[in-house]
């Protein structure tokens, strides 16, 4: 069926390093695919969407591009900050017989230190 | 964004009990709610889908006699799960959508332990 698979972490790095999280899919069609942020004691936060292929989502500096050639979402950020540090979800619509839900990857846990 | 408020946090219930969670939407009105559960180090795996004064659509797999889903209103929807057992215990979140061409927001989840 169809599913998200984002890499495991934890991913550790320092301050104002470079972070790529990596997402792939399988789909048929061309799904909506998002990016969620989950902060510590905090519930799930839309970081970043693309809704058809070569669309970039962008926001708090955070970037990935729909890439349908490699059916991937990748996360990017050029320098990351230790306020970054939380659990990050790719995931993409699905269409079921009652409304548009979501499917997750398993989330990735981001740790950043000064 | 949206504010969705999932209540209780942490709940611990004995064996055999049900145990009741609300998620509500604060600040608009949902048309749809899902209903999310999360294993350690695991996705979100998607329960069931209640659209307002409609039953439920479960995901396959999911008994929906033990999770019982009530949407009765568009700012509120709860989830009961009856007769607990320790394998239910695990992380819930609801989401909620004013309409299918907008964002869903997410509570803050709830963790269940039974015991």
């Known amino acids: 069926g169809d599913s998200v698979t984002q890499m495991e972490g934890p991913v550790t790095l320092s301050e104002e390093a470079f972070l790529t999280i990596n997402c792939t899919y399988t789909?048929?069609?061309?799904?909506?695919l998002f990016w969620y942020v989950q902060y510590p004691g905090e519930g799930l936060q839309l970081l970043l969407k693309?809704?058809?292929?070569?669309d970039k989502g962008s926001n708090k500096g955070f970037e990935a591009t729909y890439r349908k050639e490699t059916t991937s979402f990748h996360l990017e950020k050029g320098s990351v900050q230790v306020s970054d540090s939380a659990v990050y979800f790719c995931?993409?619509?699905?269409?079921?017989?009652?409304?548009?839900?979501?499917?997750f990857g398993k989330g990735t846990t981001l740790s950043v230190s000064s | 964004g949206a504010v969705v408020s999932q209540h209780p946090s942490r709940v611990i219930c004995k064996s055999g009990t049900s145990v009741k969670i609300e998620c509500r939407s604060l600040?608009?009105?949902?048309?749809?709610m899902f209903w999310y559960r999360q294993f350690p180090k695991q996705s979100l795996m998607l329960m069931a889908t209640?659209?307002?004064?409609?039953?439920?659509?479960?995901e396959q797999g999911v008994e929906k006699d033990k999770f019982l889903i009530n949407h009765a209103s568009l700012t509120l929807s709860t989830l009961t799960v009856t007769s607990a057992h320790p394998e239910d215990s695990s992380f819930y979140i609801c989401?909620?959508?004013?309409?299918?061409?907008?964002?869903?927001?997410f509570g803050q989840g709830t963790r269940l332990t039974v015991v």
């Open positions: 989401s909620a959508r004013h309409d299918r061409n907008t964002e869903a927001f």
């Open positions: 995931a993409r619509k699905q269409s079921n017989q009652a409304g548009t839900a979501l499917i």
């Open positions: 693309a809704t058809k292929a070569d």
């Open positions: 209640s659209n307002e004064g409609s039953k439920a659509t479960y």
């Open positions: 600040d608009f009105q949902a048309t749809t």
């Open positions: 789909a048929t069609g061309y799904p909506s």
